[in-house]
T-cell receptor
Framework: EAQVTQNPRYLITVTGKKLTVTCSQN?????MSWYRQDPGLGLRQIYY???????DKGDVPEGYKVSRKEKRNFPLILESPSPNQTSLYFC????????????FGPGTRLTVL | GEDVEQSLFLSVREGDSSVINCTYT??????LYWYKQEPGAGLQLLTY?????DMKQDQRLTVLLNKKDKHLSLRIADTQTGDSAIYFC????????????FGTGTLLAVQP
């Protein structure tokens, strides 16, 4: 089954404790992306990757890092989480190039105390 | 600039039609999408429309695009309780990436 998976689905942590949210896709997509969803703001792009070893900032990259060492995986790293990073996070993937349909993972709900 | 706006809430009775509206600002957008988010779930692509089209129909869903007014709507015929969800309008930003610009989402509540 073609899918995007994220782990963990739910996470409660404390300020400053490094964490990683994993994202994996089995569709051989070149393009992957991370969004965060906040009430009243919709989804905003954090980082994206056009292919292996190619990543770039989205609209709200502060406080986040990503890596793309393999095509299927695109982890989101919070080196020192803060309460304003409490949010619902979605990973997405698509074929490369413009306008290809993006497929979303189930989301990771993160709470930073 | 990039901005996509939607009304926050819509309530309809089961069996009625629902119309969810969206306005966008980027005239270079080529594809516009509707995603559905059910409680606790990810985003499910419902349908999309290419900007050279005025209308697209897919079973109970009808998408209308008014490119002049930059207005997009999603009509759901014979709305069912299972249609209760948040609906997001999104435009594909006309840049070098595949970035989607999302609206704030419209919560559709279907009353039995």
């Amino acid at each position: 089954e073609a899918q995007v998976t994220q782990n963990p689905r739910y996470l409660i942590t404390v300020t400053g404790k490094k964490l990683t949210v994993t994202c994996s896709q089995n569709m051989n997509h070149e393009y992957m992306s991370w969004y965060r969803q906040d009430p009243g703001l919709g989804l905003r792009q954090i980082y994206y990757s056009m292919n292996v070893e190619v990543t770039d900032k989205g609209d709200v990259p502060e406080g986040y890092k990503v890596s793309r060492k393999e095509k299927r995986n695109f982890p989101l790293i919070l080196e020192s989480p803060s309460p304003n990073q409490t949010s619902l996070y979605f990973c997405a993937s698509s074929d490369s190039g413009r306008f290809h349909t993006q497929y979303f993972g189930p989301g990771t709900r993160l709470t930073v105390l | 600039g990039e901005d996509v706006e939607q009304s926050l809430f819509l309530s309809v009775r089961e069996g009625d039609s629902s119309v969810i509206n969206c306005t966008y600002t980027d005239s270079s957008s080529t594809y516009l999408y509707w995603y559905k988010q059910e409680p606790g779930a990810g985003l499910q692509l419902l349908t999309y429309i290419f900007s050279n089209m005025d209308m697209k129909q897919d079973q109970r869903l009808t998408v209308l695009l008014n490119k002049k007014d930059k207005h997009l709507s999603l009509r759901i015929a014979d709305t069912q309780t299972g249609d209760s969800a948040i609906y997001f309008c999104a435009e594909n930003y006309g840049g070098a990436t595949n970035k989607l610009i999302f609206g704030t989402g419209t919560l559709l509540a279907v009353q039995p």
